[in-house]
């Protein structure tokens, strides 16, 4: 192992307990979401609209073996079994010491679900709540927990409200949609008005996997296959970014798609700008002045968990636009072997870019407080 320098994992996550939905019920009824124990599902959200969130034990599973039975069944007693680093974030910072890790940037799991509720003053009073317990959360390990909102589209007076006052409570980027709403892509001046707070509060927006406006991200249900096929629906999502004229009117904005891996990334690059030059290019659309993938080196950043191949093409998709994430606590994290594996998929790779993508990347992004 090569000596050890600032690690950040750029995506990792807190599993959300009950209280994070306390008041809701109050406020709004029935309709309110709310943790119940579901005899097939076990600890789990259910909405308020008849649909369920994801079992909450599916979260903490880091370090088990998910095809397993057992650990499925045991995931649905909720907390019973998770470590003590989930909810206690001071003995969170044991398990980063154990795995390498110096700082972690703050995503949900329970609520990944939230963006597709209708009710929008719902919406925005779970997102409130969940972004108050956060800030908690994290304030209990200054300096090694980080947070970024949650943020909905839907209202987007509502929208800049939050991120504004979230921003003042010190969090560094805000997550939003990994997919909009059907029939409103990201490339409607709707959204204008959003990007240009976002801009000028420096606030990333994270766009992580499985956190879409719409069921599947408006694709088909794939099943089993949805997982393997997700970065087809956030490569459309960065096409419609760029394309769409949104990089080029807010150059300072920094879009963060999240846990989709890399891998695929030099080849959308070399495909987009090879299509737009067939379709028109810069001709037919006078309002753009780079290639798509100018507009990706400038205003994306991507995390990616255990993924040699973007490592292999990381001069295609841009050394500094890679980020790395253990992904703790999900069944998918890398803990408590994160550094085994950054050695095997740096194996070759220059000690100067291994702590960019490691670090130096993340904290630029975010302005963390760390020297890189």
Request: glycine fraction near 8%; proline fraction near 6%.
């Amino acid at each position: 192992m090569m000596n050890k320098r600032l690690c950040i994992s750029a995506d990792s996550h807190v599993v959300e307990p009950p209280e994070v939905y306390d008041g809701l019920e109050k406020r709004f009824g029935d309709k309110a979401p709310r943790m119940v124990d579901d005899p097939e599902r076990g600890l789990v959200t259910a909405h308020g609209d008849g649909t369920f969130g994801y079992t909450v034990g599916a979260f903490h599973t880091a370090g088990q073996d998910w095809g397993d039975p057992e650990v499925r069944e045991r995931a649905k007693s909720g907390f019973k079994y998770a470590r003590p680093g989930v909810l206690n974030p001071v003995e969170r910072i044991k398990d980063q010491e154990a795995d390498g890790i110096d700082a972690e940037l703050l995503y949900p799991s329970v609520l990944f679900s939230v963006y597709q509720l209708q009710d929008v003053e719902i919406m925005q009073a779970t997102m409130a709540n969940y972004n108050d317990w956060l800030h908690n959360y994290a304030s209990q390990a200054p300096g090694r927990l980080f947070c970024l909102s949650l943020v909905q589209l839907n209202d987007l007076d509502l929208a800049i409200e939050e991120l504004q006052r979230t921003a003042k409570m010190g969090f560094v980027g805000a997550c939003i949609p990994c997919s909009p709403p059907e029939g409103k892509p990201y490339s409607d001046s709707y959204y204008d008005k959003f990007w240009a707070a976002a801009q000028e509060l420096k606030q990333p927006l994270a766009m992580h996997i499985f956190t879409g406006a719409t069921r599947h991200d408006g694709l088909p249900d794939w099943g089993v296959l949805n997982y393997s096929l997700a970065s087809t629906a956030i490569a459309r999502v960065i096409l419609d970014l760029t394309w769409g004229g949104v990089c080029e009117r807010f150059p300072g904005v920094r879009f963060v798609p999240t846990e989709f891996d890399t891998g695929w990334v030099a080849h959308l690059l070399y495909r987009t700008d090879y299509s737009f030059m067939k379709e028109g290019g810069f001709r037919d659309r006078p309002y753009l002045k780079m290639l798509p993938s100018g507009y990706w080196h400038r205003n994306f950043r991507i995390t990616f968990e255990d993924d040699a191949l973007g490592i292999r093409t990381r001069d295609l998709i841009g050394v500094e636009n890679l980020v790395w994430g253990s992904d703790y606590p999900h069944a998918d994290s890398l803990f408590p072997e994160s550094q085994t594996t950054l050695d095997r998929i740096f194996q070759g790779v220059s000690a100067e870019d291994r702590f960019k993508i490691t670090a130096a990347n993340a904290v630029k992004l975010y302005n963390l407080p760390f020297e890189a």
